[in-house]
């Protein structure tokens, strides 16, 4: 990897600890952000820096164009959020004039935004939004953001876009749309970042990745952040980053240091996963849990299944319209549903610090997504456990996955009659028997309620008593 120097100070990962003692939001400040985004830091009670905020944050107040292969749930988003924000802010007053101008030296209609970053789906769009907003609450004047995504009407985007906003964050499609109307212009973009950029491309977003990068002017500065980094990865990179500093932090550890997993062989047919994940959700404990099926209709499906059987659960896949999307995920962040059924792509994005239980109701079909939706556990330094059931016909995906990891899951039972007793299943949700690494913690959140009590773990806190009997189209919960 090519990192280089940065001309600002090396912090060294023996000094964190000691300067979080010192001073609240030290070791941010040293890292050379300024005291409003430290201040932000600090009210949102991160204490120290995520190794990807180590190693991007210097380089990119310096200007550097980076390459980062780090996944969702590593702080990656913050890793380019805070210098964004700082460099804008320090910029802010030469590039005023310039954004109004820069179409000839004619004033014209449309948005110019001084940042641009492109995410895949809109749930991620939204989580970066939401963290500018966080990240940004105490700069003055504060940062004009907003967000744009495709799958809902134009009208309140194109609002927003009146107000001239610093930064957009959007979808590619939308943001074309946008584009081709005249909406938006990007020739002032000083700052592109591509989120997840193995993801746009997994989902067929390269030429229209391409198309936006080639609209921003050449002298920009590029942030490319990506899960893993393919060939196709790597020559979008060579085409559009500017001897960029490069780095990986930890591919697999953030998830598989926290998360405690196990895998349950179960038979065919639909029985056995059924009855299990009832069994699981009862054990579990007090924090959210995340089921993930394969398909739209098997996310519907598993959550009628569950709501009939009185658990508050909501089902969030591409077929969902974005508000009622947005119903379940708030529901579920403020923890009146404790349970989320999604689909792999609906799930991307979604930042729910305290998610104690995955179950991969079906394996993924792409071994990577294994990663992804097991990290939904185990964030922001809490613990968790991901639980995935293997069916005959998946055993090749299982296959795959223990390839990827260098590891066999530990097996918690090989059927729901004979090995899932409900010691066996305490085990799991308690996080015993599985596989995790030395659940190592950063920042805040230490992780202490992720061991319920004896009494906890009996208590069936999903479950709705007075839904019991109801035959029930999964709803959005109410929020
Ligand atoms: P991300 O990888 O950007 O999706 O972030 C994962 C989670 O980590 C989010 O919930 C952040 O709020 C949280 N987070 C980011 N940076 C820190 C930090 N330095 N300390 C504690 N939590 C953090």
Redesign the pocket.
């Known amino acids: 990897m090519n990192e280089t120097i940065s001309s600002r100070p090396a912090v060294s990962d023996a000094s964190l600890p000691l300067l979080s003692q010192a001073q609240p939001g030290a070791p941010f400040a040293i890292l050379g952000l300024d005291e409003a985004l430290v201040r932000a830091?600090v009210s949102?009670?991160?204490?120290?820096?995520?190794p990807v905020?180590r190693r991007a944050i210097p380089h990119v107040l310096d200007g550097r164009d980076v390459l980062a292969c780090?996944?969702?749930?590593?702080?990656?988003?913050?890793?380019f959020v805070l210098p964004m924000l700082q460099r804008l802010a320090h910029n802010a007053a030469t590039a005023a004039s310039a954004r109004l101008t820069s179409n000839g030296g004619q004033r014209r209609n449309g948005s110019s935004p001084r940042a641009l970053v492109v995410a895949p789906t809109r749930e991620l769009a939204a989580?970066i939004a939401e963290?500018i907003n966080a990240y940004g609450q105490f700069l003055s004047p504060r940062m004009g953001h907003t967000v744009i995504y495709g799958g809902v009407g134009q009208g309140s985007q194109e609002h927003a876009l009146r107000n001239r906003p610093d930064i957009i964050v959007a979808t590619p499609g939308r943001l074309l749309d946008l584009i081709g109307q005249g909406l938006v212009h990007l020739d002032a973009v000083e700052i592109l970042v591509l989120d997840e950029a193995d993801r746009m491309l997994d989902m067929g977003f390269l030429p229209d990745v391409k198309r936006i990068v080639q609209r921003t002017p050449r002298s920009r500065q590029t942030l490319l952040f990506s899960a893993t980094i393919p060939t196709s990865i790597r020559s979008l990179a060579s085409e559009f980053l500017k001897d960029p500093i490069e780095f990986a932090v930890a591919k697999l550890t953030p998830a598989t240091a926290t998360v405690s997993q196990t895998v349950w062989h179960v038979g065919s047919g639909p029985a056995e996963k059924r009855s299990l994940v009832k069994r699981l959700l009862e054990g579990a404990t007090d924090r959210r849990a995340i089921v993930f099926t394969r398909t739209k209709r098997g996310a519907n499906k598993v959550c009628e299944d569950l709501v009939a059987a009185g658990f508050i659960a909501g089902a969030i896949h591409g077929n969902k319209s974005q508000s009622a999307r947005e119903r379940v995920l708030d529901a579920f962040r403020k923890g009146t549903a404790r349970v989320l059924v999604a689909t792999d792509l609906a799930a991307r994005g979604i930042?729910v610090?305290d998610v104690g239980l995955v179950v991969n109701y079906d394996l993924p079909e792409v071994a990577e997504s294994y990663v992804h939706r097991i990290g939904r556990a185990g964030?922001?330094?809490n613990t968790g456990h991901a639980v995935s059931f293997c069916d005959p016909e998946e055993r090749g995906l299982l296959t795959q996955i223990e390839k990827l990891l260098r590891t066999r899951i530990p097996v918690a039972g090989s059927s729901v009659g004979a090995a899932a007793t409900p010691d066996a299943i305490a085990a799991v949700t308690s996080g015993g028997g599985g596989t995790s690494g030395d659940r190592q913690q950063?920042?805040?959140?230490g992780g202490s309620n992720s061991r319920p009590s004896a009494r906890d773990a009996r208590r069936p806190l999903t479950r709705n008593p007075s839904s019991r009997r109801r035959r029930s189209k999964c709803p959005a919960p109410a929020s």
């Open positions: 830091l949102e009670g991160y204490e120290l820096p995520t905020q780090a996944q969702t749930g590593t702080g990656k988003t913050a890793a989580q963290r930042d610090d964030r922001a330094g950063h920042g805040n959140n």
